[in-house]
């Protein structure tokens, strides 16, 4: 988990961590598919901790760029973790830019949402492109869902992308979306841009 001089001594985890420290870098992300097997569950949930459970984005402006998303996996394999968590300090104007990656397996179960990826806090810009997002969910009494992607607060542009087979028990199956603050702050305002981009086979217990 520890990156070092060495060339290619970086697990993915371990170049996050390295992110966490280092604000606005990139990792780049050849291909392969790069499993999550380090279980977080219940205890993990909105909690920042990028030991365990899903790969926990804390350093602002990181990009993670892959060789292509038929190429590129990244792949939770834990029953009660998500994949992707940005900005769990919830900081104002926090930036991410993802791309070139499969997001798939996330399953978030503590009704916090975001199966694959969560992100957003007031005046945050989230950029997805080029990416599969796929067979991920959300789940939990009193889910804010968003099986595949959830945003709260900023802007979001996901370009280039396919959204499929996400599910919740809360709304939004492939995508939950709102400018609003979690943290209630004001003004929280966002946009949502979606361009080049398939949603298919998601689904959600609400409308």
């Known amino acids: 988990m520890t990156c070092t001089a060495v060339a290619n001594d970086c697990s993915l985890r371990g170049a996050v961590a390295f992110a966490n420290l280092v604000p606005g870098t990139v990792i780049n992300v050849p291909a392969g598919t790069y499993q999550l097997n380090i279980p977080g569950g219940v205890g993990e949930g909105f909690s920042g901790n990028n030991s365990i459970g899903d790969l926990d984005v804390r350093g602002n402006n990181t990009a993670i760029a892959g060789a292509g ?87 979001l542009t996901i370009t280039g992308t396919t959204l499929s087979s996400n599910s919740t028990t809360g709304s939004g199956g492939g995508l939950s979306y709102t400018a609003g603050d979690p943290l209630i702050r004001q003004p929280s305002n966002g946009t949502l841009t979606i361009s080049g981009s398939t949603f298919s086979g998601n689904s959600s217990a609400s409308l």
Do not use: Y
Request: hydrophobic share 35%; with cysteine; aromatic share 2%.
């Open 69 to 155: 998303a038929a190429t590129t996996i990244i792949q939770q394999t834990q029953p009660n973790d998500r994949v992707l968590e940005v900005n769990p300090d919830l900081l104002a104007s926090f930036n991410f830019v993802i791309s070139g990656v499969t997001i798939t397996g996330g399953k978030e179960t503590t009704a916090v949402g975001g199966g694959g990826i969560i992100a957003g806090s007031i005046n945050n810009t989230t950029s997805v492109t080029n990416c599969v997002i796929s067979g991920n969910s959300a789940t939990g009494a009193g889910t804010l869902g968003g099986g595949g992607i959830q945003t709260m607060g900023g802007s």
